[in-house]
């Protein structure tokens, strides 16, 4: 558990009365991807946002590559890359642009900089809209600048909640497999949140799932398919909740 990438402890959130998670405990190894799905409003985007510490948590304890999330916010968003569910990117910027005005809330210096959003406008195709206003872009191009943006830190962990929502199914499958890469290539540790079971299934060998703020089951795909008599994501799903609610 101490050499956990992301370890998390009865970490909990409560927006006044509302519970909004609820005592969640888990870990995510490094270079792994990590699958961590659930119903919209199970508590899988509050959870993301505490471990970047832009949601304070109201119980438990959570650390980033051996950083809290609150005593040591900064260092974990220094390490971390983000790509929030819903966003909007600047209309009037070109995603040349906008990569280098995330890379100087980065500090990261003007050369650098340049190479490195270079090398990402490369990577997803974007060399040709390089320099077009954002504003008119699909979602599977805004898409592709989100993740180019969540990596121009060249981050260690990065999460990323529900990356793959109103793709089409081209668009998610050149995804997931920059996702792939990145774990497999250069030892990114990825967890991403997703309704989307069949994504999940497609790149992680561990899951959590999460449902009305409590974590119903943790661990490896494969064997909680085999001990809930599960033979695809839906079905392993809908029997966790039944088995949660009973």
């Given at each position: ?31 792994e991807i990590f699958g961590f799905m659930g119903h919209n409003g199970a508590g899988k ?40 569910a819903s966003y909007a990117l600047p209309p009037d910027m070109t995603p040349r642009e ?10 990261i210096p003007r050369a650098t900089a340049r190479a490195r959003g270079e090398a990402l ?126």
């Amino acid at each position: 558990m101490s050499g956990s990438a992301i370890l998390v402890e009865a970490l909990g959130k409560r927006f006044g009365a509302m519970q909004a998670v609820d005592g969640v405990s888990f870990s995510v190894e490094p270079g792994e991807i990590f699958g961590f799905m659930g119903h919209n409003g199970a508590g899988k985007t509050t959870t993301l946002r505490m471990l970047l510490g832009l949601t304070r948590p109201t119980g438990g304890r959570a650390a980033v590559l051996g950083h809290d999330v609150v005593a040591a916010t900064l260092e974990v968003r220094r390490v971390c890359g983000y790509l929030p569910a819903s966003y909007a990117l600047p209309p009037d910027m070109t995603p040349r642009e906008f990569l280098q005005y995330v890379a100087a809330m980065f500090a990261i210096p003007r050369a650098t900089a340049r190479a490195r959003g270079e090398a990402l406008l490369r990577r997803f195709g974007l060399e040709a809209v390089a320099d077009r206003k954002l504003r008119g872009f699909s979602t599977g191009m805004t898409q592709k600048v989100g993740l180019a943006q969540a990596l121009i830190n060249e981050p260690r962990v990065l999460l990323l909640d529900e990356p793959t929502s109103g793709l089409d199914p081209l668009g998610r499958h050149e995804l997931l497999e920059h996702l792939r890469a990145l774990a497999q290539q250069q030892g990114v540790t990825v967890m991403f949140s997703s309704h989307i079971l069949s994504d999940v299934e497609t790149l992680c060998r561990r899951v959590a799932a999460m449902h009305h703020a409590r974590l119903i089951a943790c661990g490896e795909i494969a064997a909680l398919k085999r001990e809930h008599g599960a033979t695809t994501m839906d079905e392993l799903y809908l029997e966790l909740v039944r088995r949660h609610a009973s």
